[in-house]
């Protein structure tokens, strides 16, 4: 299945992130309250709202699939469809926000060491592109707001940047030179 990413399903899949992130709100609003996180899960540092999310959740969705969009024009400034590694990205990021989340509210302490683990596999895959952030902040969304995965997300993917151009290839360089 080719799925093309034009404006127009820009909007629609923007729309939809919105349409949910709204829906998710409004049922934390009918249970109680919006729930408030304190950053770095620590009480002396100020709370931040879920609320937030309705606001950042939707324009990084837009910023990812403009993104998307323009890394998959052809040289004939036609629309190439979304690649499968694009894909597998955002789910992959999806499903280990979602695992890490579970693991954060549970009484063990295995989402320290998945965590790590991240760093690793930052040397060989590219997990600092905008789809691998916006599966994981979606994913994060409803167990800690639109706020804290949108700042750890994005700190995240500046070390894994770091990681992956830098590190990487500092380290493949000294290997080429000491097979001369």
């Known amino acids: 299945m080719n799925f093309i990413l034009n404006s127009k399903t820009k909007g629609i899949l923007t729309a939809i992130i919105t349409f949910l992130i709204l829906i998710m709100l409004l049922l934390e ?35 990812t ?31 280990f926000g979602i695992i890490m989340t579970i693991l954060f509210y549970s009484s063990l302490e295995i989402h320290n ?9 930052a040397l060989f895959i590219p997990i600092y592109k905008p789809e691998y952030y916006l599966g994981f902040i979606l994913s994060m969304a409803y167990g800690f707001g639109g706020i804290l995965p949108v700042i750890f997300g994005f700190i995240l993917i500046v070390v894994y940047a770091i990681e992956y151009n830098l590190i990487r290839k500092g380290f493949l360089f000294v290997l080429s030179k000491m097979r001369l």
Not at 45 to 50: A, F, G, H, Q, V
Not at 78 to 95: N, V, W
Not at 113 to 121: D, E, I, N, Q, S
């Open 113 to 121: 060491y998945l965590l790590l683990l991240t760093f690793a596999l």
């Open 29 to 63: 609003h009918f249970r109680g309250g919006v729930v408030s996180h304190h950053l770095l899960a620590n009480e002396n540092l100020p709370k931040i709202s879920n609320w937030w999310g309705i606001l950042t959740i939707p324009v990084i969705s837009w910023f």
């Open 65 to 95: 699939f403009s993104n998307l969009q323009k890394r998959n024009i052809s040289k004939d400034n036609g629309q190439e469809p979304i690649l499968k590694s694009q894909l597998y990205g955002f789910i992959g990021a999806f499903i």
